[in-house]
């Protein structure tokens, strides 16, 4: 992906995977000016910016432009509850190309806390109140409702 193109700002998968992946986010009219100049105008001009630091606390640019964005989750295993919104299965592609290790199926309680021993927050599980029963944790370190 190159290119994200979007009418309106708004956090959808796709947004979330073009902070990963793309060289633009910008607005439609990127689209509309370059068909009528008859070629692709520079993007650099149509970042999306309705995205202010308000709305999502996030430097849309600085974003894209990081290089450390490919390494968020750089020697991370992340396993994620089958409830989570949105679904496992496309938070697994942002993990693996921020650099990190999905796991379909999650470790003991007791494996987790050795490997988180060795190197702090290196395991990692995203859950939801509905899966809760699913952990067989007595703590939380982070609970976001």
């Not at 700002?9 to 992946?21: S, V």
């Not at 999502?56 to 295993?77: Q, T, Y």
């Not at 927050?121 to 982070?142: A, M, Q, T």
Request: glycine share 4%; net charge positive; hydrophobic share 40%.
């Amino acid at each position: 992906m190159t290119h994200l193109v979007m009418t309106k700002p708004n956090r959808t998968i796709k947004f979330m995977y073009a902070l990963c992946r793309a060289k633009y986010i910008v607005q439609s009219t990127w689209l509309e000016d370059s068909s009528r100049s008859g070629h692709f105008l520079p993007a650099d001009n149509y970042w999306i910016s309705d995205l202010t630091e308000a709305n999502f606390k996030c430097d849309i640019p600085a974003v894209v432009k990081s290089s450390s964005r490919n390494h968020l989750f750089e020697n991370r295993v992340i396993y994620i509850t089958p409830s989570v919104m949105p679904a496992p299965g496309y938070l697994r592609w942002l993990i693996e190309f921020s650099g990190g290790k999905w796991e379909h199926n999650r470790r003991s309680v007791m494996k987790i806390h050795e490997l988180n021993q060795q190197s702090p927050n290196s395991y990692i599980v995203i859950s939801c109140p509905e899966d809760l029963h699913l952990l067989g944790f007595k703590h939380y370190v982070c609970f976001v409702a």
